[in-house]
Every structure is written in structure tokens, then in C-alpha cells.
């Protein structure tokens, strides 16, 4: 990630979105209540949350495409709290669901966004072309954009988001329901966009993808952000908690009480029902552990230690279990 100069608690000199108390609602349900962040100048920031949390409501008042009910919003300077639409000139935005228009193809597609941006003819069919080199779809360029694959439309989606160049990109839910090598290159291609100074807000509910792209996130869990900080700091409490992934087999039950009462010294909660993971400050003795599980039958087939992880620290934060995130297939998005 690029070095960033650290002049305030969120890291970064220049504040280039600022919001303050922000509500939406629909009917009786408060899908953003009176939420407040920054995002730097050059920052790559996250909102990790599972559907329905609020993410898409934010980034939609963010981009003018829908009105707050009370709070303020500035972005780049501008109040885009009275105007949602001052910003606009500044921003990419690609949504959850594609807008593209599926009967012309990718190539056209991309002409027809820069057009909106009044980018000469001679300009956007360059930037068309580079950007569909730049994301692996020259071949697809003449083909219709109903034609695409999941992956393939995302990555166009994306590539129309910035084919005006902007200095903001919002992305939300980025790589949802594409194959994993789709997802991959597009993470690849996020990073790259940060890298060369872009500034990015990115929704997921994926915890590992949040963890591995961006420098700040904040989780948001019924409207609420309930925790905003950098990546390192929310790692720090179990940065020296030592964990083993332990597997094992031919053992009817849940042994965690067991072993909770037979080592004191630590901490033993069940992943599922043939793997438990230890925690414990101090080294971990492995080996009367093993003896333990011997004694009642099973045999351990592998004992795994793992590194810290955000997802320990979301799972006690909002008391929503990582696999329920990954499961996830709301359609209804807040």
C-alpha cells in the first residue's frame, strides 16, 4: 500500500469526504442512523458490514443518488448536502447491479459513459480501448454487454466507472457472485487504482477482502458504525494471541466444555463439528491436548496455527459470525 502522511486520528492530511450525522430512512426502518466518518485524500477505506447493514443506502446518498434526511456531507470542499449533486463531476461510481445498457456492447457501452462526461469523440474511444486492454476484454469489446459473463460485466462496469479519470471512486460490493479468478483480477485492479492515488470507498461483506485491501475500515451493522479504525490498530488486542486450528475425527459430540474444564489456561470454542480452535496468550502445548482427544476415541489430523485475523476482532464487535456474512444472499439491500 502507498505511504500516507499521518497529520490526524484518521491517518491522512487532507480530508477529501467528510459526513456528519447521517440519517436515511424507509417508512419505519432506519437504514442509516446518524452515522459520521472522514476518508482521506488517497486512502483506500472500507465499509464492512453484512446486507441490509446500510452500506449501499450511504454510498447512494454519497453520490447524489439519494437524499439524506438529516446530516451533512462534503466531498472535495463542496456541500453536497444542499446539492447531491455538486460532487458528481469528481466521482466514479459503480454500483452493486450493473447500469450499463445490455444490447450495445462493451466498447459502445464505455464511449456512450465518456460522452456524458463531455470527452471528445477522439478521447473516449482511446480511453475505451485502453481500458478494455487494461481489464482483459479486448476480445469482448464488440460483443453485446448481455452477452457477458458475471465477472466480465463487473469488470466493465468498473472500467465505465472511471473512464472519466475521477479522483473518487465509490465501489459497492465489487466482487459479489463473480468466479474467484474474476474476483482476483479485480482486486488486483482496485489495488492498482490506489496505488496510483485514487481515492476509493468500497462496501463489502466479505471480511478477508476488507482486510486485505484497505488501510481503514469501519463496520456498520444495522445503520450504525460501531467501530472506524486502521486494519493494524483493530489487529493489536490479539496481535500476541496465540491460535491453533485443531481437526479432528471419530469424536460424537462437542468436546469444547471438556477441554475448557481439562486446561484452564485456555480457551477452547468449537468452529464446527469436527474442528475446534485454542486460544491462549502464553505457547500453546500441543501435545496433552492430542492425548486428550486420544483418550476419548478421536484421532487429531492436523493442528494448524493461525495468524491474527479481522475477523476474530468483527465476530466480537458485532456478534455476527463470518459465515453468516459469506452466506449471505439478501436481495433486498439497505
Known sequence: MQASAFANKDGYSEQLITVSDLTKNFDNVKAVNKISFNVGKGELFGFLGPNGAGKTTTIN??????????????IAGL????????AQHLIGVVPDESNLYPELTGFVNLCFCASLYGI???ERISRAEQLLADFNLEKAGNRKFNTYSKG???????????????PILFLDEPTTGIDVASARHIR???SKLFNEGTTIFL???YIEEAERLCERIAF??????????????LIQPIKNLKTLLITYTNLAGNPEEKLNKAFPEFEFLQESNNQIKVHSEKTISIGPVIRFFEEQGAEVTEARQLNPSLEEIFVEVTGIEADAMKNE???GKL
Do not use: E, Q
Not at 220 to 233: E, L, Q, R, S, Y
Open 220 to 233: 456498520i451493522v444495522n445503520g450504525h458504525i460501531v467501530k472506524n479504525d486502521t486494519v493494524a490498530n
Open 188 to 190: 488486483g485492479l482496485i
Open 61 to 74: 446518498m454519497l453520490t447524489g443518488l439519494a437524499r439524506p434526511d438529516s446530516g451533512w456531507i462534503n
Open 203 to 205: 462496501t463489502t461483506h
Open 329 to 331: 444472499k439478501n436481495d
Open 79 to 86: 456541500n453536497c448536502s444542499k446539492n447531491p449533486k455538486a
Open 152 to 166: 466480465m460485466k463487473r469488470k466493465l462496469t468498473i472500467a465505465a466507472g472511471i473512464i472519466h479519470r475521477p
Open 120 to 122: 471528445s469523440k477522439k
